[in-house]
């Protein structure tokens, strides 16, 4: 018997790509729920970005 069996298993994080066959509906639902909250927080990170670099294109002139 492998010592490491005993050891509780760790699951990687949720990446885009991966093979959904042995999800079950639970932990497709959690996943949903993860991606939709990094859709918000990208979509802040990208709103603030473009608030700033149009700020600065205002204040120096687009080049």
Excluded: C, W
Aim: aromatic share 6%; proline share 3%.
């Amino acid at each position: 018997m492998n010592l490491e069996d005993d050891l509780p298993q760790t699951k990687k994080p949720a990446a885009i790509g991966d093979d959904l066959y042995d999800f079950s509906v639970a932990e497709l639902e959690q996943r949903i729920i993860l991606f939709e909250q990094e859709i918000v927080r990208t979509r802040q990170a990208h709103k603030q970005k473009s608030t700033g670099m149009s700020a600065a294109n205002a204040l120096f002139g687009k080049s």
